[in-house]
């Protein structure tokens, strides 16, 4: 506790025991040495921590060590949280056949999860239309950018998911 002090200062180290008593924490999950915590304040927060340093960044006005962070924290040392890397591991023995499977049922109930594998394909040629519009929203937002524009942390944090969720696909 002595550590999260230091590192968040004793007013929000006491505002993320209250947020944490209050049952504030909706999800903690770790995955690698990573903390991804979904935390109710004026909004639903998302949290990521880094357990070797306890840094922690939000997607809340104060935006880093906040009052969520310290929250997300506690659940952990609180054994309040779901381990991906088991999951992963568990992943790994799955039959392929019963992978594939329960993946076209996720993709029957969404569509729009089979993009998340296009990345994965050799042959994307038939999918020169959704190259097309990620194409262009990444030379949109590219624009932007050089534009000298300012960029609010709202559209930081929509240019960072876009990114990562077609890094696959913007490999290709």
Known sequence: MEEIIQKYGYI???????????????????????LYGKVIGNFVYDVIVDLKSLESRCSCPYGHNCKHGVATILGYMNNEYVDVDKIVDGLKKVDKEKLFNFILEKIGRNPEFALNFVGLLDDVSELSYIYKQVKNKLLTYIAIMKSGTYIDKNTAKEIGNFLLENK????K
């Open 12 to 34: 929000i180290y006491n505002r993320g025991v209250e947020y944490y008593k209050n049952k504030r924490v909706q999800q903690v999950l770790k995955f690698k040495n990573k």
């Open 168 to 171: 696959n696909f913007l490999s």
